[in-house]
């Protein structure tokens, strides 16, 4: 198949890279490993040269095996048509030769396959395959295609929400970004953790790529997390008897007494029924975890099909060229690109970072006020407090049992609305404390 080759030409005969873009031209549309080297060298060129495609000769000295055939004369847009034709055609082979089509045929059963995963995979190829023929959506032509999307969302179809835990948040939106935020050791893991593990619980499928955490770690703060809100025993907290999980220091440490370690093993094989969704974790002692750019972690989403996707943090992400070459301008690319994935997979994306540390206020016993950091405090990058649907600030202390949770900013509204919170990660107990002076008179805060 020639036409990958003939396209490639095209653009660097006619200077316009931008083609690959208008057409929705991808590596994985590539047929070969030359083309696809090809189609590499070029938008890594272009990105360095203010968008100018390189030469042919040049191309053939970068690229091995790379053949300049000149003078291409077929529009791009026919060319794209044959390219993602033969595309669509290598993915559903590829799905068959795999051996997941009659797996999860053989798990589902016939009538659940054809109704629901079948549908979603040639969706899926279609969308990946599917030939531009226009820019955007025209508001005086497109009302019937608006009305359809409104009919979708009417029937919950096209786009979700997943509840937070903390009334202050409300809720998570799909196909936007959202940053949590707090200053070092401040439970930023813990609470974006738990929101996760309740989009589980409501179905939702999480990816979590936990690049400062072992994937041993991780497991024990979902299992902490899950047990806790289920609830596989009770502990006393400021005279009141609540509902807790295992010991995450135990469990950690292998050292679970064995009345807890048998519950333990019968919630590990019972966990379907406490989680309606599932969680995959890339942890950072993961062999194969070394590429943390946006195209790996969108490469793990579409594999996993993910709904909803934590980063912690954001800054150990494998930043995308500084192509404004303005300081700081690496990270600003990588938080708009990954915005712009939150919005072409409809998933809703967590990005974990820090606030910079400022003084701190002591009450009259010495102990830390709790304080939201500021919105200006973003830490990293200010990119990411633009491009954040909503931003989200976290300030908790282990030793008090007590934690804030609010909003510094909310394109839909919300900014100023704070959460306490009840917080002994250590057994699972993360929540929001009930408002009322009969709810909090166990507790002396």
């Known amino acids: 198949m020639q036409y990958g080759k003939l396209l490639l030409n095209k653009v660097i005969d006619d200077n316009d890279v931008m083609a690959l873009t208008r057409h929705n031209i991808t590596e994985s549309d590539m047929p070969s490993d030359v083309d696809r080297n090809t189609l590499r060298f070029i938008t890594e060129y272009a990105e360095d040269n203010g968008g100018k495609a390189p030469s042919y000769a040049t191309v053939a000295a970068e690229v091995e095996g790379f053949e300049y055939v000149p003078e291409v004369s077929d529009s791009f847009k026919w060319l794209t048509a044959q390219i993602k034709d033969h595309a669509a055609k290598l993915a559903v082979v590829e799905w068959f030769e795999s051996g997941d089509f009659s797996r999860k045929l053989n798990e589902m059963g016939g009538r659940e396959f054809v109704e629901n995963e079948l549908p979603k995979m040639l969706e899926s190829v279609k969308l990946r395959t599917s030939v531009r023929d226009k820019v955007g959506t025209d508001v005086k032509t497109d009302g019937e295609k608006f009305l359809e999307e409104y009919d979708r969302r009417k029937e919950g179809k096209s786009f979700r929400l997943w509840k937070s835990r903390f009334s202050s948040i409300g809720e998570y939106i799909s196909s936007n970004l959202y940053v949590v935020y707090g200053k070092s050791g401040r439970g930023k893991s813990v609470i974006s953790l738990e929101e996760g593990v309740y989009a589980a619980q409501q179905g939702a499928n999480v990816l979590l790529w936990a690049m400062e955490m072992g994937a041993y770690e991780v497991m024990v703060r979902i299992y902490v997390s899950l047990s806790g809100k289920t609830g596989v025993t009770t502990a006393e907290i400021h005279g009141e008897h609540m509902t807790a999980g295992f010991d995450s220091t135990d469990m950690r440490l292998g050292r679970l007494s064995e009345e807890f370690e048998k519950a333990f093993r019968i919630f590990v094989a019972t966990i379907n029924e406490h989680m309606e969704g599932n969680i995959t974790v890339r942890a950072v002692d993961d062999e194969d975890f070394a590429d943390r750019s946006i195209r790996a972690l969108e490469a793990d989403m579409d594999e996993v099909d993910a709904d909803f996707v934590i980063i912690d943090p954001f800054y150990y992400m494998t930043y995308e060229k500084n192509t404004s070459k303005t300081a700081g301008g690496d990270a600003s690319n990588t938080s708009m690109k990954l915005r712009a994935l939150a919005g072409r997979s409809s998933a809703v994306i967590i990005a974990i970072t820090q606030a910079d540390e400022t003084k701190e206020d ?79 008179s166990g507790f002396n805060f």
């Open 362 to 440: 002591k009450d009259e016993d010495g102990g830390r006020e709790l304080a939201l950091p500021n919105r200006e405090d973003v830490k990293k990058t200010k990119s990411l407090l633009e491009d954040a649907y909503m931003l989200i600030g976290v300030d908790t202390d282990y030793k008090q049992g007590r934690g804030l949770v609010g909003v510094n900013k909310g394109r839909s509204g919300g900014e100023g609305n704070e959460s306490e919170i009840l917080y002994i990660p250590q057994v699972g107990i993360v929540k929001e404390i009930d408002v009322g002076s009969a709810a909090l």
